[in-house]
């Protein structure tokens, strides 16, 4: 092996180095610095291996395309036998390394796949749905369960699915009208997504005067008596509605999902 061939391994060396670099870099989470520089160390190992195969192995000649003339004569054959012959053994000396620049380009395609665990999970219908389901109470956030008798005419409280305290896409306020205002209500009580519809603000505000749902974010205001409908903007659709039904113990519970996605941000909403 003389020099030439060992600069160009050399610059082999460094490109795998600089791979396996970058799978452990990101694998470790370093920092995009470390990477940058195990980046830097396979292309700079890739652009010396280049210079290097093209100065010192290939073949340097100028080649003027002549008309062939068929057939050859003898002794042009056997010039052509001969330069195909060098070729080969050129190749067939240099075995070894041409094995290292596959070696470095398959750990570098295999370092490219590395970046695809960046991705994250596929997509799903979480914006679509919450926790809500068919069965589960009514939970406060300290923990108490819902009984039918448990709010008065004219109260509010904050309710989650039961086990689900703090999420913040499945909170929903519970709000008792009076008898006889509203449409469908459980014994007068109602629930409503508390995310409002305009900018996602918790709609924290209940007005049982005349049963008003209030965002304090922008003001916005749903009517609790009609299916939250919009009072005032700049919210441009209802609060969905949680359909409700009562267990024979008396505790509160889901009658399913929301029908319609909770919050902003649904264009075919607008």
Not at 69 to 93: N, S
Not at 206 to 228: E, G, K, T
Request: glycine share 10%; hydrophobic share 45%; with cysteine.
């Amino acid at each position: 092996m003389n020099r030439r061939d060992r600069a160009i391994a050399g610059a082999l060396l460094l490109s795998i180095a600089g791979s396996i670099g970058f799978m452990v870099t990101y694998g470790k989470q370093l920092g995009t610095q470390w990477e940058g520089l195990a980046l830097v160390a396979v292309f700079a190992g890739f652009l010396l291996t280049a210079l290097g195969w093209a100065r010192w192995i290939l073949k340097h000649e100028e080649v003027i395309d002549l008309r062939d003339t068929y057939p050859d004569k003898v002794e042009e054959r056997a010039q052509m036998i001969e330069a195909f012959d060098h070729g080969v053994a050129q190749l067939t000396r240099r075995k070894w390394l041409t094995r290292m620049l596959y070696t470095a380009f398959g750990l570098f395609g295999l370092a490219a796949l590395f970046p695809i665990g960046s991705l994250g999970p596929p997509p799903d219908d979480a914006l679509f749905h919450t926790r809500w389901k068919r069965g589960i109470r009514l939970q406060r956030a300290d923990g108490s369960l819902v009984k039918i008798d448990d709010i008065n005419v004219g109260g509010a409280a904050t309710v989650f699915p039961e086990g689900s305290i703090g999420d913040s896409q499945s909170m929903t306020v519970l709000v008792r009208l009076p008898e006889g205002v509203g449409n469908n209500t459980l014994q007068g009580l109602v629930a409503y997504s508390k995310m409002c519809t305009h900018a996602g603000c918790p709609v924290a505000l209940y007005r049982s005067s005349d049963h008003r749902l209030i965002c304090p974010c922008h003001q916005s205001a749903f009517d609790a008596a009609n299916d939250a409908a919009v009072l005032d903007g700049p919210a441009d659709h209802s609060l969905p509605r949680l359909p409700l039904e009562v267990s024979t113990d008396g505790y509160v519970r889901a009658a399913g999902d929301f029908p319609a996605p909770v919050g902003p941000g649904f264009w075919e909403e607008s």
